[in-house]
């Protein structure tokens, strides 16, 4: 929707903005959801949502009026008994710095705190400091490193597997 109605000029800098739902993502989601990631990635994500089917995760979305997701990510509430883990955060590239990864994340805490728990723990990679950075904004505070691998499949069909030391994050709800 547009702030200022524009018509036969256009100014340089025009303010829209869009209504946005946060939901459960959904499988039929996931062919929108290739800007995420590899195949092998969105692969990941569809078997994660069998585990949301399960209650063993919440995988939220941010959906436009039309229903597509701009940003996904997870809970996964197996990793520690008293927490969320938040994982695979991910907004669509032309719509980051926007205020969807903290809608998102405001979100995922909501979900947490509805299952009783009252702390929420992510990973953040050594190489991320802008995300780390957002985080931290939002409360997130660093106890504890580790270190993450997965497996990606390269341009080439190659399936390589990558690791990450990563600094971990929580904040208390
Ligand atoms: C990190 C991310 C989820 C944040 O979502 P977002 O919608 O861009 O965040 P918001 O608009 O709510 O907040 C903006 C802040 O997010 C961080 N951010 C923005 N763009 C980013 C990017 N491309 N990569 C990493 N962090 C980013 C910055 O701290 C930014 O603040 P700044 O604009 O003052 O630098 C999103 O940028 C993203 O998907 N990045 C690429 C994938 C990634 O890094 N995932 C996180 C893994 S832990």
Redesign the pocket.
Known sequence: MLDRVNTARTTPHTRLSVPVEVRDLRPQDLPACSW?GSPTHVRHVADELDRAAAGEVDYLAVCTPAGVPV?I?GVDYAPRPDAGT????????A???????????GAAEDRIAARGLHRAV????DD????????E?LGYRAFGRELDTWDEEGPDGEIRRHEAM?TLLGKDL
């Open positions: 995420s940003a990510g938040l994982w695979q955060l991910a907004v669509l590239p719509l980051q710095s926007c205020g969807l990864g903290t809608l998102l994340i992510l990973a953040v990679e991320n400091p802008r995300a780390r950075a957002l985080y904004r990563c």
